[in-house]
Structure formats: C-alpha cells, structure tokens
C-alpha cells in the first residue's frame, strides 16, 4: 500500500478539507485508475491517551474500512487543531480505490462546536457513522444533525441496564449498530440454525431453559442474547433477580401456560462476550454450544440418544472482526436488533 500524507498545527477545518481535495488531485493526475471511496464516513471520537490503541483496532477491521475517517482525539488544556491526513492506495493493480484518514486532535472545548469542524471535512451525501467509545456525550449531541448510524458498545458501560437504556434512547434518532448485538451473531445463528428443520422447530415449543454463560464484563450482550430468544419466542418476560455471586436468574412465561428458567451466568475467559449456551427441552433433553478453538464445541443430549458431540467452524469472528461487522452493518437493517434490545431491557433487575 502507498500513503499520501499532510499534516499542520494549528490549522482548521478548512485547510484540511483543502489539503484533501489537493491531494486527491494530485494522485488522480498521477494514475487516473485510482478513484476514492465514496460509501460511508466514520467519525470516531476517543480520548486522546487511547488514540493509538482506537487507530489499531481501525487498521484491523479488513475489507470493511470506511471511506474517509475522521479521528477525534481530545487532549485536557489543549487549545489549537493538530491534524494529519492521509491517502491510502494500492497502485499495483492498475485499478484501485483511495481510502483517507484524518486524525485531529483537539481540546474538551472544542467538543460542544465539533459538528463545524467536522461538517467541511465529511463526504457529503453518504451515510455517516460516529462512535465515542469514551463518552464525550457533549460531542455527540453537537453532531447529532450529521449522525446517521450511531456506533455503540453495550458491553463498554459498567451498568448494563444503563447502556441498553442508551442505546434505546439513540434508536430514536438513529440507527444504532452494537458492538455488545454482534458478539452474540455467531450464537444466534447457530442455535437458529439448531432448530431450522420443522421436526426441530416443534421443539421450540416445549423449550423449558434457557442459560447463557458470558464474560464478566459482557452482561449486555447475554442480556441481548436472552432478549433476542424472549422476541422471537414470544415469551412474557419478568426482571432477573441476583443469584449466588453475580449470576442472574428467573423466568419467562408462554402462552400455554409454561415457564421457561432463565440464567446468566459469568464465567472466566479473556475475551469479551458469550462463553456459551445452553437450551433445554421436555424429557431432558439439552443442547450447548460453547466457545472451543476453531468455532463453537455443540454438544447435545437427549434420554434415548446419550450425547453426541461436534465442532461448528469459524464460528467466531474475534474483536477485530466484530469492529468490521459493526462498519458493514451501517448500510445493513437488522429487524431483530430492537425487539431483541426491549426484551433485554425487561430482564433487567429493577427494570421500568
């Protein structure tokens, strides 16, 4: 790959947007077989000591770069504009598209007018993603009118009912795409998968557990997990209650009348979300999936069958492809996100 780079301090708004559409110039006279992508901004606000662990994760995201990114790294006592823009390209195919990055950084007093920074320097007339995966709520709301797909990580906040409040709170405003939602893609599409043949499918409706075993730190994401489950089902949902240590119990009930048991459930492991599943069925019967290495281990019982046993491949797509997924799906609807999301919210303790 080949780089174009500017850079400037205490410049503005203006002079970067000029020092882009110079460079872009200059490298179309030079092969006219490069063209710039023109799909989707992504406006990335961090603080500024994280600027570099935040542009690592960006590199890591593969094919599903946005077009131009503009990172916004906030300094304490800073006052003026620093940036750095760059053209990225591969001239070796004789074809080829050009992605840009800008990196500014900047001061907290900046964050309530960011949306004029920001306006000159966006691609007009595509989608437009922002995520601030520290906070900055100030800078948020300032760019509230460029917003069009809100980038969020459920699993981030330390009080999962409070984080699934927010991202209510943005669905009105915005499409919302969580990170903490597609942690939990490869289970829910394996499980759906499960029970896709109609023999299977009528087992859904004498399910009588439900447990979701989850990183510490990814209880929104098990919440997301049994909400999903509670929508497509149906089931009349009551809050979870704290059990023995920081697992979370309860029910859910069906039409029938039946009851479902509910659990959450940490456990030990280093990367964030889901460690495994397990649903449970009339005469003892169970299914799990459990996070293995090179996809999901699935393991399930029944009285008349004893345990069978076998891996799901390529099951997981690790952090850096969950931040990929989380760009791809800002052109993507995903119908089941905010039933899922509501039903969570209910199995919250002390929910509204």
């Known amino acids: 790959m080949s780089e174009d780079v500017w850079s400037e301090q205490d410049t503005n708004p203006d002079a970067i947007e000029a020092a882009l559409r110079g460079m ?48 916004c790294a906030v300094e304490d006592r800073r006052e003026t504009l620093d940036a750095v823009a760059v053209m990225t390209y591969d001239e070796r195919a004789g074809i080829g598209v050009i992605r840009e990055s800008v990196e500014i950084d900047m001061g907290p007093e900046h964050l309530g007018a960011l949306a004029t920074i920001v306006d000159p320097i966006v691609i007009a007339e595509i989608p437009t993603i922002v995520w601030s995966p520290h906070g900055h709520d100030e800078a948020v ?29 943005e669905l009105g405003s915005a499409y919302v795409v969580d990170l903490a939602w597609l942690r939990t893609t490869p289970w829910r599409e394996r499980l759906a998968a499960s029970f896709d043949t109609p023999r299977r499918r009528a087992m859904l409706a004498s399910l009588d557990g439900f447990r979701v075993r989850h990183h510490a730190n990814s209880a929104a994401s098990a919440l997301l997990m049994a909400g999903w489950m509670s929508s497509r089902l149906h089931w009349d949902i009551r809050p979870l209650q704290a059990a023995t240590g ?72 690790g952090e850096g492809g969950i931040l990929g997924e989380g760009v791809r799906q800002a052109h993507l609807r995903d119908p089941t996100y905010g039933p899922a999301l509501r039903a969570a919210r209910e199995f919250c303790p002390n929910a509204d």
């Open 246 to 317: 920081s697992e979370l119990c309860g029910r859910a009930y069906t039409e029938s009348p039946r009851y479902i048991d509910i659990g959450l459930e940490p456990f030990e492991q280093e990367v964030p979300g889901l460690a495994g599943v397990t649903v449970a069925w009339r005469a003892g019967c169970t299914l799990s999936l459990d996070r293995a290495d090179g996809g999901l281990c699935a393991r399930e019982y029944s009285p008349d069958r004893g345990e069978q046993t076998w891996l799901v491949l390529g099951a997981s797509r």
């Open 141 to 169: 709301e300032a760019l509230r009118g460029l917003i069009d797909v809100m980038l969020v990580d459920s699993d981030d906040a330390p009080d999962p009912a409070a984080a699934l409040a927010r991202a209510q709170e």
């Open 24 to 71: 872009l110039r200059e490298r179309h006279a030079a092969n006219q077989g490069l063209a710039p992508a023109r799909v989707l901004n992504l406006i990335v606000i961090v603080d500024r000591s994280w600027k570099g662990e935040v542009a690592n994760r960006l590199e890591r995201v593969g094919r599903y770069h946005a077009s131009r990114t503009i990172l």
